[in-house]
C-alpha cells in the first residue's frame, strides 16, 4: 500500500502548490500499464527534466566552488550524480514507501529498483523546480546531494575504487590487496556473489553484487569507508 | 591575426562586465600551449558550465512547451543540441575569426575545427552565464539554438537523416532512394569521399564525409533541405 503522499512532502521540507506533481514523481511506468485510467502521467517527463536541473545546480557549484581543471571536476560530478548515490538518497528520504509501481516491479528489489528510485529522485527534483522554481531546486539539491562532496574528495570515491583502495594499500603495506569470493547464491539469472577484500590473511571489507566484479568493488568500497584497518 | 574581441561583443549583442571571459571562451588548449605566458586559461572550463546551462534551457523549454514523451523530447534536444549545429552557430557568429589556436590547429579546417567551433560556443554559454546571469543566457539560447527547432520539426531532421529520406522518397515516388560514390582523394590516413543520393537516375543531393556512411549522411542531409526535388 502506497502512503499518504503529504508524508513525503514532510520528509522532503518542502510544502508543494500543486501536490499532485509529487505524486506524479512517484509513479512508474509500469503503474500506468496496469492501471490505465490512474489521473495521472508516470514520471519520465519530470525525470527528464529534473536530470537537467540537477547537472547544472551540481556543475555551477563546482565550478565556482574549485579552480580544477575540466576533467577534475566532470570525474568528481560523475561520483555525485550516479544512479547508486541517487537511489540511496532516494532511501534515505523514504520513497520506497511512496512508489507506484505495478506488482511485477514490486517484488524486485535488486538492480531494477535501484534504478527505479533514482529515477525516482531525479523525477522529484523536475517537481520540486517545476512546483518551487529553480532557487528552491538548488537548495534541496544543495543540501541532499552536494553535501557528499567533501567525503567523496576525502576518501577518493571518484576513483575507481579498487585503483583507489590498491593506491591506499599500497602506500599503507607495500603490497596489494587480494579478493576472494566467500559466498554464492541464487539462480543462474539471478545470481549473487559475495566478495572478500584482503590484505595478507586479514579482511578489511566485504561486499555483495550480480557479477563478481560488482561484489569487488563493493568490496572496495567497503574497505575505503572503513577506518580500522587503516591504523 | 585574431580579431579586436570587442567586435565579436557587438556580433552577440551583449556588452560584457568582464570581457576577459568572452576572450577566454575563444582560448583553445593548444594556444596555451605554444604561449606559456598568456595571462588567461583555456576555455574548457567555461565550456564545462556552457554545457549544462545549455542543457537545462533546451530541456526545460521542450518540457513546457511541447506535452510529447520524454523519448521523443530526448530526440529532439539531441538535433539541437549537437555539434554539428553548434559549429554551423559559431561560424554563424563570425568564432572562426576570434578563436586563440596553436600555428598547427589554424591549419586545420576539418573535423578538427568543427569539434573546436562547437566547444567555444558552449564556453561562449558560459561566459555568458557566468557575466550575465542564466536569464541572459536563455535568451541567447533560444534565439541562436532554440530558434531552429520548427525547421528540425517540419523536416524531421531528429531523425536519422537516411531513413527520414528514405520516408519521404518511398512516401513520393513509391521507390528507395540509392547512393553512389562519385568522387574520393586524399591519403589513406585522411580520405575523403564525396556521395550523391538518386532517386531512379536524378541525384537529389550530395555530400561529404570521411567515410562512405557520413558522406551519405551528409548527402541525405542535402536532399532533406532541398525543395526542388520535392515538388
Known sequence: MVKKITQLEKNIGLKFNNIDLLRQAM?????????????????ERLEFLGDAVLE????????????????????????????TMLSEKSQQLGINDYLFLSRGEAKDIGKAREIILANAFEALIGAIYLDQGYEKAREFITDKII???PRILELGLYLDPKSKLQELVQEKFSITPGY???????PDHAKKFKVAVLVEDKKIGE??????????????KDALLDDKWKK
Do not use: M
Not at 27 to 43: A, G, T
Not at 207 to 220: C, F, I, L, T
Open 27 to 43: 509513479v512508474h511506468r509500469s503503474y500506468i500499464n496496469e492501471n490505465k485510467d490512474f489521473p495521472l502521467d508516470h514520471n
Open 56 to 83: 547544472l545546480v551540481v556543475t555551477d557549484h563546482l565550478f565556482l566552488k574549485y579552480p580544477n581543471p575540466e576533467g577534475e571536476l566532470t570525474n568528481w560530478r560523475s561520483a555525485l550524480v550516479n544512479s
Open 207 to 220: 561486499g555483495e553484487g550480480p557479477s563478481k566484479q560488482e561484489a569487488q568493488v563493493s568490496a572496495a
Open 180 to 186: 576472494q569470493v566467500i559466498d554464492e547464491w541464487g
Open 147 to 149: 553535501s557528499e562532496l
